[in-house]
T-cell receptor
Framework: KAGVTQTPRYLIKTRGQQVTLSCSPI?????VSWYQQTPGQGLQFLFE???????NKGNFPGRFSGRQFSNSRSEMNVSTLELGDSALYLC?????????????FGPGTRLLVL | GDSVTQMEGPVTLSEEAFLTINCTYT??????LFWYVQYPGEGLQLLLK?????DKGSNKGFEATYRKETTSFHLEKGSVQVSDSAVYFC???????????FGGGTRVLVKP
């Protein structure tokens, strides 16, 4: 099976712009989660989608949003970018939502905000 | 809330040395516990997991045992290789819904 894919892999934006990141989960996986990784804050949970519904949300401002499509692909959007949004954004997929299930991570999208 | 604490790095070892990375957690109920590894420029890969108390997860020579009494999930490997150089993350998942709570990560550098 193909792994989790994320596009684009690298992105440079300027403050105030918005950005959309894409994630394609492993075939058959219905849950997609997003995480932000920064040197200062480490790995932080953004949100999780299952069957096109947001089931869980982390402690991020409303500028961060996401959605999931009927084919389980997911996008996350960050509006009005700030310098502090520079990070590696990781997407993970799993078959369902049981805590014991393994989440499989993509390679990430590295976002640099200038 | 849930939290995971792991030893800070970097941990520098010689090849064939014994590796231990401590991980303790705070969570109500019975979380599932995971170790993920991140190689430079890559995403996270699951190394091993344990879903109930006293379970031992193992993979590629790495082991960790879920200790409910000490709320710990320490990672060990008996003989490390240069290729084990990476950042290791301890994580837990508790309630329904796929929210992983991560520790801060431990960088391991293995020298030949």
């Amino acid at each position: 099976k193909a792994g989790v894919t994320q596009t684009p892999r690298y992105l440079i934006k300027t403050r105030g712009q918005q950005v959309t990141l894409s994630c394609s989960p492993i075939s058959g996986h219905r849950s997609v989660s997003w995480y932000q990784q920064t040197p200062g804050q480490g790995l932080q949970f953004l949100f999780e989608y299952f069957s096109e519904t947001q089931r869980n949300k982390g402690n991020f401002p409303g500028r961060f949003s996401g959605r999931q499509f009927s084919n389980s692909r997911s996008e996350m959007n960050v509006s009005t970018l700030e310098l502090g949004d520079s990070a590696l954004y990781l997407c993970a997929s799993s078959p369902g939502t049981e805590p014991r299930e393994t989440q499989y991570f993509g390679p990430g999208t590295r976002l640099l905000v200038l | 809330g849930d939290s995971v604490t792991q030893m800070e790095g970097p941990v520098t070892l010689s090849e064939e040395a014994f590796l231990t990375i401590n991980c303790t957690y705070t969570a109500t109920g019975y979380p599932s516990l995971f170790w993920y590894v991140q190689y430079p420029g890559e995403g996270l890969q699951l190394l091993l997991k344990a879903t109930k108390a006293d379970d031992k997860g193992s993979n590629k020579g790495f082991e960790a045992t879920y200790r409910k009494e000490t709320t710990s999930f320490h990672l060990e490997k008996g003989s490390v290789q240069v290729s084990d150089s990476a950042v290791y993350f301890c994580a837990l998942s508790r309630a329904a819904g796929n929210k992983l709570t991560f520790g801060g990560g431990t960088r391991v550098l293995v020298k030949p």
